[in-house]
């Protein structure tokens, strides 16, 4: 499974950014975004499931949105009101329907105060 991520970028507090991944490969159960900072380790953001059903971070709820189809292999998150501290490194996740796991490039969302 190759996961090709997109967006991310520059944005002031308060303002908005979609990220989207793209995937190619075995068919998926999963498709999320994890992040990252120098501090903290890796977690779990978002993930949509094959079946419809969503899971956010608790920090994310009713800022984020994540979209997409895994049986089309293209989710998109939209990330609202965003804060200083949803800076990091975001990467885009997939599992398989045989639970094995891929991760894309990660790509950078900073926000300044």
């Known amino acids: 499974v190759q996961l090709q991520a997109s967006g991310g970028g520059l944005v002031q507090a308060g303002g908005s950014l979609r990220l989207s991944c793209a995937a190619s490969?075995?068919?998926?159960?999963?498709l999320g975004w994890y992040r990252q900072t120098p501090e903290k380790p890796r977690e779990l953001v978002a993930m949509?499931?094959?079946?419809?059903?969503?899971e956010y971070a608790e920090s994310v709820k009713g800022r984020f949105t994540i979209s997409g189809a895994t049986a089309k292999k293209t989710m998109s998150l939209q990330m609202n009101s965003l804060k200083v501290e949803d800076t990091a490194v975001y990467y885009c996740?997939?599992?398989?329907?045989?639970?094995?796991?891929?991760w894309g490039q990660g790509t950078e969302v900073t926000v300044s105060s």
């Open positions: 996740y997939g599992r398989t329907i045989v639970a094995k796991q891929y």
């Open positions: 949509l499931f094959s079946d419809g059903s969503t």
């Open positions: 490969g075995s068919i998926l159960s999963a």
